[in-house]
């Protein structure tokens, strides 16, 4: 008796299409093999990504550095979709790739497996949206990008915030020195120009008391002319001899 395959094809409410679970599945399955040739760098690079909807996706299976099984000429591994919550895994046996089930799979259930998509350079928004994810689960992370270069990616932009925002505040932290500075200066300036005006009046009036005091001795001088003094003098004198 033949075994019923574990698997089906069909249009997936997640993209394109996807696989499916035939019957119930236990856990640690190998439900399906990725197959297709096995091709180097070179030729890789050649198929790339190809675009569908805005969306890119790519059906090549990196077994090691330079090598990737070509999906685009294998079986129906290559139409299962990534979720991030996923309920298969790959494993990867020798040069051969299998899907297997982490948990007990319910039949009708679309297979889905971490992609752990690998995109060089810095992950932008763009390139977030260009491999975005709709697998529906709670823990969704908007993207089949591996969630460990997110993280990365995500601690160096929490880097550049800091950064940034640490500039900012050692700028602002200068221009309110600055201004602190300057309000300073001008203050002291204000001091010693009321200091300064503050003695020209002070000089003024000195100036004023002494011109007074000039005039008071001159009219003293006026009232108390030195020989009528004399005269009192003699005549007092004059009268102790007479006693
Ligand atoms: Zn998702």
Redesign the pocket.
């Known amino acids: 008796m033949k075994t019923q395959p574990y698997h089906s094809v069909r249009t997936s409410k997640?993209h394109g299409r996807g696989v499916f679970a035939r019957r119930p599945i236990r856990k640690g399955i190998r439900i399906i093999e990725y197959t297709g040739p096995i091709i180097n760098e070179k030729e890789a690079n050649k198929i790339g990504v190809s675009t569908e909807n805005g969306h890119s996706h790519t059906m090549l299976f990196q077994i090691d550095k330079k090598r990737c099984i070509n999906g685009n000429e294998g079986g129906d591994a290559r139409y299962l979709n990534?979720?991030?919550?996923p309920n298969c895994e790959t494993e990867q046996d020798g040069d051969k790739i299998f899907i297997k089930s982490i948990r007990a799979i319910k039949k009708g259930e679309e297979l889905v497996y971490d992609y752990h998509l690998q995109v060089p350079g810095k992950i932008t928004d763009k390139v977030r949206k260009e491999y975005a994810?709709?697998?529906?689960?709670s823990?969704?992370?908007?993207?089949?990008i591996d969630a460990e270069i997110l993280a990365k990616q995500a601690k160096k932009d929490d880097k550049k915030k800091k950064k940034d925002l640490a500039k900012k505040l050692a700028e602002l932290k200068k221009a309110e020195k600055k201004k602190l500075a300057d309000l300073k200066k001008t203050e002291k300036e204000k001091a010693a120009a009321d200091k300064a005006g503050k003695k020209k009046k002070k000089d003024k009036k000195k100036d004023r008391i002494k011109k007074k005091d000039d005039s008071l001795t001159l009219m003293v001088d006026k009232k108390k002319p030195a020989g009528k003094d004399k005269k009192k003098d003699e005549k007092k004198k004059n009268k102790k001899r007479k006693k």
């Open positions: 997640i990534h979720g991030c919550d994810c709709f697998c529906g689960s823990k969704c992370r908007g993207t089949q």
